[in-house]
């Protein structure tokens, strides 16, 4: 009998296609998906460390992992991805855990669980070296294996363009835990999306950490993205994220030029005030920040634009937030995502400056900040009403869509336009994975609704 195996992933899109791909290099090792933990042999965690509530989600599921191994004392919990490589062998003597995997160790997380030794390591000892050619290499061809996802939105893939991370914000782990920046071979990228449009892909969202520096042997990510748009049978092609700093305007030209490129950009300001990014060393100033996507809507005019903002950093005043309110104002987002603060270990900002901002102002500030928000979403929404958008369908829509207007529960269909609107609408549970034309009726500050014309 096959053994079987169950994932829990937490985090960002780097994670789940990380996840992705773990859940099929076990499928292709024999191993079967369950979701039921009574019924399962190995349970795995991709884990995700850029915030502490993430970690301390982890640690409350491993507890729960404790008790039940004393009824099933056989099971192998393996726990991989950021919290793995961020606390090392601290991780392996948690009682529930036998197996502890970084993020660079993934295509050996099934020969682990084979081993079947009690407690195993893999991790990079310095991950901060340069990783080794054939490590690179080995992480391509695991990446490359597989045509398309097992628990992936149907006719969509993701496709990791580069690893890690340069940047060293003072705030964020990534660049201890996921490594040095490396961009992947632009022909390995094209033949692997070449290999996801004949499996029925429609959608490709190409990932790293801060795409818009991309770069393999001069070739730039507006080269590729040309290149990706000539893959037939892909139909839309989006990316995240951006770093504003050496913003290429190519990239703008690209979206004009390649009816293909979806005409979305997300591009994390984390604050408005010179101060905090300074501390933050981001690099920029919020005069710099508004100038990129000023430009970015001079050439593309339709841009959706979407933000990440971190609020209550050590040091923030009340006036820094304020210039932080102003920012989001004028940037007119789409919608933005907004984090409290959580000091990382071993990140600068927490070696060198206090967390001073007390967890009730940050809390305020996050619900101040968001109601800003929430007021130009709902404008910027209403805006599409008696228009027609394309979708491309994910599937059936979670129950909670609640049209404030009749408090009438709408467990439809839900899709995503090329702008990354989330739409939600009428219609049969096949049109998962095509695209659909939708004439837009309604709209909430975070949904579009409407009908299949
Ligand atoms: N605390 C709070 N938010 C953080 N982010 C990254 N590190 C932290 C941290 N230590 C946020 C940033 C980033 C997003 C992915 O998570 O806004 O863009
Ligand atoms: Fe973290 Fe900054 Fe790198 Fe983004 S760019 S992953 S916030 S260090």
């Not at 949904?447 to 014309?453: A, D, P, S």
Request: glycine share 6%; aromatic share 8%; net charge neutral.
């Amino acid at each position: 009998m096959k053994k079987k195996f169950l994932i829990r992933s937490f985090g960002c899109q780097m994670n789940k296609l990380d996840t992705n791909l773990v859940v099929n290099s076990f499928i292709q090792s024999g191993f079967e998906l369950t979701d039921q933990p009574a019924a399962t042999d190995i349970v795995l965690i991709n884990t995700c460390s850029v915030r502490r509530h993430a970690e301390e989600r982890v640690l409350s599921l491993l507890g729960h992992l404790k008790h039940i191994k004393k009824t099933q004392p056989g099971i192998i919990v393996a726990v991989f991805g950021c919290m793995a490589q961020r606390l090392k062998e601290d991780l392996l003597s948690h009682e529930a855990v036998n197996i502890v995997c970084g993020p660079l160790q993934i295509p050996e997380l099934v020969n682990l669980v084979n081993n079947d030794i009690p407690k195993q390591v893999a991790i990079s000892d310095n991950i901060r070296h340069k990783p080794l050619l054939q490590d690179s290499e080995r992480l391509d061809a695991f990446e490359c294996a597989y045509d398309t996802a097992e628990d992936n939105l149907p006719a969509q893939a993701y496709v990791r363009v580069m690893r890690g991370c340069d940047n060293f914000c003072s705030y964020c782990v990534v660049p201890y835990v996921r490594g040095p920046e490396a961009s992947r071979p632009p022909e390995k990228i094209i033949a692997q999306i070449k290999k996801l449009a004949d499996a029925g892909i429609k959608q490709v969202t190409l990932l790293g950490q801060t795409v818009n520096s991309y770069c393999y042997n001069g070739s730039s990510f507006a080269d590729l993205l040309y290149e990706v748009s000539k893959i037939n049978g892909i139909e839309w092609i989006k990316f995240v994220t951006c770093y504003p700093r050496n913003f290429d305007e190519k990239i703008f030209k690209a979206m004009v030029d390649l009816p293909k490129i979806c005409r979305y950009l997300h591009i994390p300001a984390q604050s408005g005030s010179d101060k905090i990014l300074k501390a933050m060393n981001r690099g920029y100033t919020s005069a710099q920040y508004l100038e990129i996507i000023d430009k970015a809507r001079e050439i593309v005019p339709d841009i959706a634009i979407a933000g990440d903002f971190i609020v209550g950093f050590s040091g923030e005043t009340d006036e820094d937030f304020r210039k932080t309110v102003e920012l989001v104002e004028k940037a007119q987002y789409k919608n933005c995502f907004i984090f409290k603060y959580s000091p990382r270990p071993g990140t600068r900002a927490d070696d060198k400056l206090a967390d001073d901002v007390p967890m009730e102002v940050k809390k305020q500030r996050n619900i101040e900040l968001l109601a800003v928000q929430e007021k130009i979403s709902a404008e910027l929404n209403k805006s599409f009403i008696g228009k027609t958008v394309k979708v491309l369908v994910e599937g059936m829509s979670k129950k909670g869509h609640l049209d404030g207007a009749t408090e009438k529960e709408y467990p439809q269909l839900i899709g995503r336009t090329a702008g990354d609107y989330i739409v939600v609408f009428d219609g049969p549970a096949n049109l998962a994975g095509q695209f659909v034309d939708i004439n837009i009726t309604r709209a909430s500050s975070l949904t579009l609704f409407g009908q299949t014309n």
